[in-house]
């Protein structure tokens, strides 16, 4: 299994290495590189930084119980997965998102959060062939309100599941299919959260997320939608 909330590169990188790292403190980054597709590469490998966090601290005294919101600093680590002249970076948890900005000034161009249109790839998984195990899906407040005026929301499963399956927009959709000779089964979701339980392969995850999952992607910038074409 491999999984990665993903980042979309902004430009064009002035380097395409993420280069290994070890002993010489923090940042470190156990990378190694496997060739895919006409002798480009994809890294993959574990970081491992310093990260600024913030914690609720609680104090009681004979007056009462007290918060307070307090700074500092915590060690994390990452597993990564990358191939920055294709144009995407993924970390295995949202957790790992400070990895984006490691890479920042190794690459010389931007890396940030991508969204994906769930719907648009669930339609091409359809076209397929594929099965659909899961959908998840959401109507905006202004499209359709429960009586509480929260907006409908739900998930299907197995049996039930099928592109096409309940209403509004697809959050998630969980899939099979196979593409390029590989079976492929996974999840994707809009908040550019994208695993895949058939193959623990950099090579093949990355070529699937180049042709599969990429066509997909955009930024959300100042509420405009840009698409990975567009920022390169």
């Given at each position: ?210 042709d599969e999952v990429l066509p997909y992607a955009s930024l959300l910038e100042d509420d405009v939608q840009t698409t990975l074409s567009e920022v390169r």
């Open positions: 299994m491999i999984r990665a909330i993903f980042g979309l590169v902004e430009g064009e990188p002035s380097t395409t290495e993420i280069p290994r790292r070890l002993g010489k403190g923090l940042p470190a980054f156990e990378t190694e590189s496997t060739q895919y597709l006409d002798g480009k590469e994809i890294y993959h490998g574990t970081a491992a930084d310093q990260v600024d966090t913030t914690v609720q601290e609680v104090h009681v005294d004979d007056d009462g119980i007290y918060t307070e919101r307090v700074e500092g600093q915590e060690e994390s680590v990452t597993d990564f997965v990358a191939d920055l002249e294709s144009g995407f970076v993924g970390v295995d948890s949202s957790n790992g998102e400070w990895f984006f900005e490691r890479l920042m000034p190794i690459a010389k161009a931007g890396v940030h959060r991508a969204m994906i249109d769930v719907t648009a790839f669930a339609a091409h998984v359809d076209d397929q062939d594929g099965r659909c195990w899961q959908v998840s899906y959401k109507h905006a407040l202004d499209d359709d309100e429960d009586d509480d005026g929260q907006a409908k929301s739900g998930t299907i499963f197995h049996r039930d599941a099928h592109f096409g399956a309940g209403s509004g927009k697809y959050n998630q959709y969980g899939f099979a299919y196979h593409w390029d000779g590989e079976f492929i089964r996974g999840t994707i979701a809009e908040s550019g959260y994208v695993a895949v339980f058939s193959t623990d392969r950099p090579e093949v995850f990355g070529r699937w997320v180049l």
